[in-house]
């Protein structure tokens, strides 16, 4: 199946379908903001801007203007198209898998030469129980009015398909009908690209499932807007941002497991029906009198016929679909007559609800079109006998009031219209909460009785009839539902949708948190507890995220399963097992379990997390049900669960594992584990640290007290960041100044600033959210706990913990308690410590610690970066190859050292719990922290060094940061002299003695003289990726032009301290400004000392280069003067449109506060400088 051309296709219908029913709107005076008077009416027609409508299109305008008022124009334009859309879906699978009655091609021909569908070429033979037109016909045809004869047939064909799928195609009479979209027959219309097979093949619309992936793709732009929109979701909004089709083989695994068990159990007789059933899991070394815990619960004299298979948020009916292939085994395993199987299965087995009205069509479609596969006339059974579908969509009651219930009962008071109250109450926001509503004991007998009655008595007035019609319309669907809701079930098999609590409206929040109190972080949960739909007996089957299996928000829903159920299968599936969802945030995991506990039988598990794809996934499956020795095959008892702090669902441990958890005291006993200040405004109150005035920052703060007496502003604090271990991604301040004035007291937002006895604290901080391992850092004295960086305290033995936390142990055990990509303070401190006096433990520590700060403070995003490498390691012989050999024979010795130190810790540990063969202590290189040698990065990096000191950043003459705000003094820099009008020219030529290629090869020939200096520039250049015919100079150039600043902004994390103004697309003029060194006179000087100087030399170019193209010259060199001079111009015209702008700027004076940062400031120079 082809599903990228399916969502090609789905996601453009969806838009046509939109644009075609608006417009047909609009025709007849409906619009979004208008809804347009008749200017003529009479008893059989209107007239609306002169187009006459007949009475039968009154009546159905009438009932489109009525649904408009009622849901809005934009939902019921929604509701029109995702209507056609499913019929003419629905029609595509029944003619390409010859389902339709008339045996006819509706929307396209078995001819490939004829353009026009079968229906159209033989619409006189048609054999519709509906009696069609043959002089309309006639007319249509002869008057070449293909379009029109086409909308005719199709109504039709959707008013006689009622007979069979009264679901799918209602009598075409409502304003379904007058919004029918035009141009279908078009050449590119969605019709015709879906009758396409080269874009479509006829094979992808021959198995059902196609009809749930269509509807799962047309929902997708709406489904994405909603997550972006990040906000609470209406309840119109819930199936797009909830429903997720269920890859095949999933439902496979899930449905064998569960009603497959079930009746294997039942009939062991039968186990020759295992052979198609791939994804089955047994117990090939059971417990002991393993049959005997079981037989409690087991039904020898179990029927086929009475197995009820539920699915409460049955989407398209996927699910459903191979539910009936498996019934349809098990009773042809019986001997049932094959045609006779599938009423039985549809009529007794299957059971399903959900809140989408469109999804229940589709799945009632699914299912009736499986019984066709099984039963080519199935459709003439259902015309003879009928047929009873239990599937519904749930309907609310919100518009019932006190007096619809007084008419339903006809009394206005008392037993009975209290308990249609009751029962109508139950249906509240229905379409919100949907199958989580629990259906209480109800008269059933009393209602249906009461429906009885309003249906053979006529209302006697207007009022009544209104109250009458809406009862007639929703009462038979309550009582439907209620059925279903109340019935206890054999199977329950589901999908259920995924909804955190941060997008829930208060409707639905409130009633979890009222009705699931354990699972109410996550819809998906809630579905867990959902027990009352099912017998003692039988068994639970879901996909749903691994999240419960192990964060703290679902410990009480795990005691509840460990206590009250017995989980029988699990596919750990992890990250990627939906192919339409990339990245590590959805891990699922997909399980069976029964809905009793029976103690000291051990549940099977797979682990699948590793495995990198879906397919993958789905082929070790399949490997490790032939072969259960493979090691990602796991049995556990799921009572050790509760051996662990919290009841992870930690399958894959072994018993010595588990007895750490017990031996060990968690983290949280030697210290505190704590969430960081949390600003409410991170953009306002949070700056990397080399966005503001150096000297307004307080490094070395001893505590609260201190901070308070500093007067400084800004203070360090953690704030998460990349994977590292042991030190550094000390980026962020935070301004805390008179106390924290600004955040308490001018901030609207919510904000917590945790308790001062902590500030400054020597401690311990982490990233939360990685999608690697864990990264534990050392936090000197003097930095804040930030909230993107929790953080902890021990009172002594720092040294030793974070050896501890960096180890493999606690990987291990961070994968049990924090397997998701959130590493909160409270997994952290349930991680099982064992102390042993050690003092090699701290030595190793306090070595990793060194060498990643070393690491760390190398590069000028560190505060204590004192000098590059480059400078540091730099050798006598004056040649930069030389000096990066050396480099890079530093840096492999510390990144070596570093992971030979991190491999003793892991023995030390592996030693201390005892777990040997179970842990090995090697390192993958890709997590050793620092950084090996790069020759173009750390020349790069090199190049942002020798910028910063043009610029005054930094000097040759002494270390560290020199100039970032205050008071600037040239007598710093004497070795290398700054640029004193803070203006680096990069321009395609040298035109200037200080632009900025001239100042760099200053800078290499004053480090590794003047000797050497070509030589290092063409190893400069070659790394940087010298063209054939280039200079050096030239290569570095093309660097500075192109490439820098884009390497500037990546390094600086987008708040680049050097500015980059620019011309434009042409890059006719460019110019490097260091934001610190930014006065209210810079523009003035770039556009007077630079930007005019510079236009005045292009005119020159350009009258040569027209001295050139009008003079006695080559033909060539005329042909090549003419194109420069093309060039040329455009660089002219642009740097005239670009001096008026920086002239109105210059004009204005623009000053601006480093402690706004980059972001603000940069704003104002919007249209002189790079986008960043």
């Not at 006779?340 to 799945?363: K, M």
Request: aromatic content about 14%; some cysteine.
């Amino acid at each position: 199946m082809n599903k990228s051309a399916l969502k090609t296709f789905a996601t453009s219908a969806r838009k046509e379908l939109l644009k075609k029913v608006e417009a047909k709107a609009m025709k007849i005076g409906i619009t979004e903001d208008t809804i347009k008077k008749a200017d003529v009416e009479s008893s059989d027609a209107i007239f609306i801007d002169g187009r006459q409508l007949s009475r039968e299109e009154k009546i159905q305008r009438d009932k489109l203007v009525a649904r408009i008022n009622q849901i809005g124009f934009k939902q019921v334009m929604e509701e029109v198209a995702y209507t056609w859309f499913n019929r003419f879906t629905a029609l595509r699978f029944m003619e390409v898998n010859d389902y339709l009655p008339t045996g006819v091609r509706v929307l396209s021909s078995s001819n490939p030469n004829s353009a026009d569908p079968d229906m159209i070429n033989e619409a006189f033979e048609l054999d519709l129980e509906i009696e069609l037109d043959k002089e309309y016909i006639y007319e249509l045809k002869l008057n070449n009015k293909t379009e029109e004869l086409f909308k005719y047939l199709i109504i039709k064909h959707c008013n006689d398909l009622y007979r069979y799928l009264p679901f799918m195609f209602e009598t075409i009479d409502d304003y379904t009908e007058i919004l029918f979209p035009e141009g279908l027959l078009a050449k590119d219309s969605f019709l015709r690209r879906m009758t396409d097979i080269d874009f479509i093949p006829e094979d992808n619309w021959q198995k059902v499932e196609v009809i749930g992936w269509l509807y799962q793709f047309y929902i997708a732009e709406e489904k994405d807007r909603v997550f972006r929109e990040k906000k609470k979701y209406k309840p119109e909004e819930i199936p797009y941002a909830t429903q997720l089709f269920t890859p095949d083989w999933i439902v496979r695994y899930m449905v064998q497991n569960s009603l497959g068990r079930y009746w294997i159990e039942s009939h062991p007789e039968h186990r020759d029906l295992l052979a198609n059933w791939e994804f089955y899991l047994e117990n090939p070394n059971p417990e002991p009198d393993f049959e005997g815990k079981l037989a409690p619960y087991i039904n020898k004299e179990l029927k086929v016929e009475d197995i009820k298979c539920f699915d409460p948020a049955m989407g398209s009916g996927h699910i459903l679909v191979y539910m009936f292939d498996v019934l349809y085994e098990i009773y042809k395993k019986c001997g049932y007559m094959e045609r006779e199987i599938p009423r039985l299965i549809v009529e007794n087995n299957l059971f399903g609800l959900d809140i989408d009205d469109r999804a229940y069509q589709l799945a009632c479609f699914s299912v009736v079109m499986k019984a066709i596969e099984y039963n080519s006339r199935f459709f003439r059974s259902i015309e003879r006998d009928g047929l009873k579908l239990n599937f519904t969509s749930i309907q609310e009651t919100n518009s019932f009031n006190d007096g619809d219930i007084a008419y339903i009962v006809g009394d206005s008071d008392g037993t009975q219209f209290n308990k249609v109250k009751e029962f109508s109450e139950q249906f509240q926001h229905g379409k919100t909460l949907g199958s989580l509503i629990k259906v209480c004991e109800y008269d059933r007998d009393l209602l249906e009785q009461r429906l009885e009655y309003i249906q053979s008595n006529p209302a006697t007035n207007l009022f009544e009839e209104e109250i009458r019609t809406k009862i007639l319309g929703l009462l038979p669907q309550l009582l439907k539902q209620a059925e279903i809701m109340y019935q206890r079930y054999d199977i329950l098999v589901t999908n259920p949708p995924y909804m955190g609590s941060g997008s829930m409206n208060d409707t639905l929040s409130n009633f979890l948190k009222k009705n699931y109190t354990d699972s109410k972080s996550d819809l998906f949960a809630c579905f867990m507890e959902i027990e009352h739909y099912l017998k003692q007996e039988g068994l639970y089957a879901s996909i749903n995220q691994h999240s419960w299996m192990f964060l703290a928000s679902f410990e009480m829903l795990r005691e509840k399963v460990i206590k009250n159920k017995t989980i029988s299968t699990m596919l750990h599936l992890g990250p990627r097992a939906f192919e339409e969802i990339g990245g590590e945030v959805v891990q699922s995991t997909a399980f069976v379990m029964r809905n009793t506990k029976i103690p000291n039988i051990n549940g099977i598990y797979l682990r699948l997390v590793e495995e990198r794809t879906a397919q993958s996934k789905k082929d070790k499956t399949v490997e490790v049900v032939r072969d259960n020795t493979q090691s990602n095959y796991f049995k556990f008892n799921q009572d050790d669960y509760r051996k662990i702090p919290g009841s992870p669902i930690a399958y894959w441990l072994s018993d010595k594992f588990i007895e750490n958890f017990e031996r060990g005291k968690n983290f949280g006993e030697f210290g505190i584990t704590k969430k960081g200040i949390l600003t409410g405004n991170d953009l306002r109150f949070v700056r990397k640290w080399f966005e503001i005035e150096n000297d307004k920052v307080g490094y070395h703060t001893l505590n609260y007290e201190d901070m308070q007496e500093s007067k400084k502003k800004w203070f360090p604090i953690t704030g998460g960041g990349f994977f590292r271990r042991w030190y550094g991604n000390f980026e962020n301040v935070v301004n805390l100044e008179n106390d924290a004035y600004e955040i308490k007291f001018d901030n609207k937002n919510n904000f917590r600033l945790r308790e001062s006895t902590y500030y400054f604290l020597e401690g311990l901080t982490w990233t939360e959210v990685s999608s690697k391992l864990f990264s534990l850092r050392y936090v000197p004295q003097g930095i804040l706990f930030g909230n993107g960086g929790p953080t902890g305290f021990v009172q002594e033995g720092i040294y030793y913990f974070i050896g501890l936390l960096n180890s493999k142990i606690a990987q291990e055990a961070l994968n049990i308690l924090a397997p998701t990509i959130n590493f909160g303070p409270e997994q952290i401190k349930r991680i099982p410590c064992i102390v042993e006096k050690t003092n090699e433990v701290e030595i190793l520590s306090k070595e990793c610690i060194n060498l990643s700060k070393q690491d760390w403070d190398n590069f000028e995003d560190s505060w204590d970066f004192k000098e590059h490498p480059f400078i540091k390691w730099k050798d006598r012989s004056g040649k930069f190859k030389n000096t990066f050999n050396l480099w890079e024979k530093i840096s492999e010795g510390n990144f070596q050292k570093l992971k030979t130190n991190e491999e003793k810790l892991n023995r030390i540990f592996i030693e201390i719990y005892d777990l040997k063969n179970e842990i090995s202590p090697e390192v993958d290189e890709q997590y050793v922290t620092i950084r090996k040698a790069d020759l173009e990065r750390d020349i790069k990096s090199f190049i942002s060094y020798a910028v910063g000191c043009s610029f005054g950043r930094y000097s040759l003459d002494e270390e560290g940061l020199i100039y970032a705000g205050g008071e600037f003094s040239l007598d710093r820099y004497k070795t290398f002299k700054v640029d004193k009008d803070n203006i680096l020219p990069i321009l395609p030529g040298t035109y200037y003695e200080d632009d900025i290629v001239s100042k760099f090869v200053e800078f290499v020939e004053i480090i590794y003289g003047k000797e050497t200096l070509a030589e290092n520039l063409n190893f400069l250049a070659d790394t940087l990726g010298k063209k054939k015919d280039e200079t050096a100079k030239e290569t570095i150039r093309r660097y500075f032009l192109n490439d820098f600043f884009k390497d500037h902004v990546q390094t600086y994390k987008k708040r680049p301290i050097y500015w980059l103004f620019t011309s434009g697309k042409q890059k006719a003029f460019n110019c490097l400004v260091y934001m610190h060194r930014y006065d209210r006179t810079t523009l003035s000087r770039i556009r007077t000392d630079y930007l005019h100087e510079y236009q005045i030399r292009l005119d020159a170019e350009k009258k040569d280069l027209l001295s050139i193209i009008e003079g006695d010259y080559t033909a060539k060199e005329i042909s090549n003067a003419k194109k420069e001079l093309k060039v040329l111009d455009k660089k002219i015209e642009e740097l005239k449109e670009y001096d008026e702008l920086l002239h109105h700027k210059a004009d204005m004076q623009i000053e601006i506060d480093l402690d706004e940062g980059v972001v603000q400031n940069y704003e104002m120079f919007k249209g002189l400088v790079a986008k960043i």
